[in-house]
């Protein structure tokens, strides 16, 4: 495991707060569990992570942000679209599949929202002759998650920027 990941889920681990783990579950239908860290501790906790000196180098990205969505507490995924969101600048053609990644493993709208709306929404203005055949393979992938971002990622966009996905049009076209 990386050594950043590893100071991520000691500060995390230790400002475990067991009295707002049950609401904090109900309130996201039980499916993930929590450290009960609420969000603006869990941000001023972290905080020093986001710096631009603390930061870890981008080649090791990829294995920090799947180390942290591996763990069952839902505080490591939301720390890790935040680190995500510290590289946009940096986004290379091939993440996209890191993106996809994040869509489907542990999906729901908190972070499924966050990714399609912020991570993919700025990939696409970057590469924007990639939105077509990657909206294209999540539309007719069948999964919810993935239709859901097709959408979403243009939420950001503002005036001549906005590129509307035709749903109709993947639903009925063939492989």
């Known amino acids: 495991m990386n050594p950043y990941t590893k100071q991520i889920i000691r500060v995390l681990t230790d400002a475990r707060?067991?009295?707002?783990?049950?609401?904090?579950?109900?309130?996201?239908?039980?499916?993930?569990?929590?450290?009960?860290?609420?969000?603006?501790?869990?941000?001023?906790?972290?905080?020093?992570?986001?710096?631009?000196?603390?930061?870890?180098v981008v080649d090791d990205l990829w294995q920090i942000i799947m180390?942290?969505?591996?763990?069952p507490e839902r505080e490591y995924q939301y720390f890790a679209q935040g680190l995500c969101a510290k590289y946009l600048h940096y986004v290379k053609k091939d993440w996209?599949?890191?993106?996809?990644?994040?869509?489907?493993?542990?999906?729901?709208?908190?972070?499924?929202?966050?990714?399609?709306?912020?991570?993919?929404?700025?990939?696409?203005m970057k590469f924007p002759e990639s939105i077509a055949p990657v909206t294209k393979k999540w539309m007719q992938s069948g999964n919810i998650w993935l239709q859901r971002s097709c959408i979403l990622f243009q939420l950001n966009y503002?005036?001549?920027?906005?590129?509307?996905?035709?749903i109709y049009s993947f639903q009925h076209s063939r492989p």
């Open 96 to 124: 996209i599949d890191l993106y996809e990644s994040l869509i489907i493993q542990k999906s729901w709208w908190d972070t499924v929202d966050y990714v399609a709306g912020t991570l993919v929404g700025d990939y696409f």
């Open 158 to 166: 503002k005036g001549g920027d906005a590129w509307y996905i035709n």
């Open 17 to 56: 707060n067991p009295r707002n783990v049950i609401p904090m579950k109900a309130y996201m239908k039980n499916k993930f569990e929590y450290l009960g860290i609420k969000t603006p501790e869990r941000r001023e906790l972290t905080k020093p992570f986001l710096t631009k000196a603390s930061l870890p």
């Open 67 to 71: 180390e942290l969505w591996e763990q």
